[in-house]
């Protein structure tokens, strides 16, 4: 199995298992694979003794076992790797949203028409949200309000910590491949 790195599917481990399975599977019926199998364990356990062809069909079970296994492992690599680069992306462009706490400043987009700048579009300010916010508290029959962080803030704030913990811990393989799947 290969995964194709510069596209964005990912599989899960049951997903990657049934590819291996099949693999073997279009190469040998079930009931190949049982019947070798059971030679295989009636040669271990010394009650058959294997032909020369038999051993040839076990040499070449036992290769395309370890094949399978091989490009299994490659592809639980290939696609951490993928997913990794993936979150990497995703976290990039999660830090280049503006902060609800700062907002944004109007932004005037210019394209070039004969040479002259003109105005393509403008996107417009947004302020920042304000840093508290009362929240009614109910105590029995009473009712107050207490200021608190506003939780707008807080959240966008825990969102951008974790995309910066992302990119701050991506390894060299992980910004090699986003590399090469933004080329």
């Given at each position: 199995?290969?995964i194709?790195?510069?596209?964005?599917?990912?599989?899960?481990?049951?997903?990657?298992?049934?590819?291996?399975?099949?693999?073997?599977?279009?190469?040998?019926?079930?009931?190949?694979?049982?019947?070798?199998?059971?030679?295989i364990?009636?040669?271990?356990?010394?009650?058959?003794?294997?032909?020369?062809?038999?051993?040839?069909?076990?040499?070449?079970?036992?290769?395309?076992?370890?094949?399978?296994?091989?490009?299994?492992?490659?592809?639980?690599?290939?696609?951490?790797?993928?997913?990794?680069?993936i979150?990497?992306?995703?976290?990039?462009?999660?830090?280049?949203?503006?902060?609800?706490?700062?907002?944004?400043?109007?932004?005037?987009?210019?394209k070039?028409?004969n040479?002259?700048?003109?105005?393509?579009?403008?996107?417009?300010?947004?302020?920042?949200?304000?840093?508290?916010?009362?929240?009614?508290?109910?105590?029995?029959?009473?009712?107050?309000?207490?200021?608190?962080?506003n939780?707008?803030?807080?959240?966008?704030?825990?969102?951008?910590?974790?995309?910066?913990?992302?990119?701050d811990?991506?390894?060299e393989e992980?910004?090699?491949?986003?590399?090469?799947?933004?080329?």
């Amino acid at each position: 199995m290969i995964i194709d790195k510069l596209a964005s599917k990912t599989y899960d481990a049951s997903e990657i298992t049934y590819i291996a399975q099949f693999e073997i599977r279009s190469q040998l019926s079930q009931a190949q694979e049982d019947n070798l199998q059971r030679k295989i364990l009636g040669s271990i356990l010394g009650v058959y003794t294997l032909s020369a062809d038999e051993q040839q069909e076990i040499d070449d079970y036992k290769a395309l076992l370890l094949s399978v296994q091989t490009e299994s492992a490659q592809a639980v690599i290939d696609n951490q790797l993928l997913i990794d680069a993936i979150a990497y992306e995703s976290a990039v462009i999660r830090l280049q949203q503006y902060e609800l706490s700062v907002g944004r400043p109007e932004q005037t987009v210019y394209k070039n028409e004969n040479g002259v700048q003109v105005v393509d579009y403008v996107i417009p300010a947004v302020a920042p949200l304000a840093a508290t916010v009362e929240k009614v508290v109910y105590n029995g029959m009473n009712q107050t309000t207490e200021t608190v962080t506003n939780p707008l803030i807080e959240h966008d704030e825990a969102e951008r910590a974790a995309a910066q913990a992302i990119i701050d811990n991506a390894s060299e393989e992980v910004l090699a491949l986003v590399d090469l799947r933004a080329a």
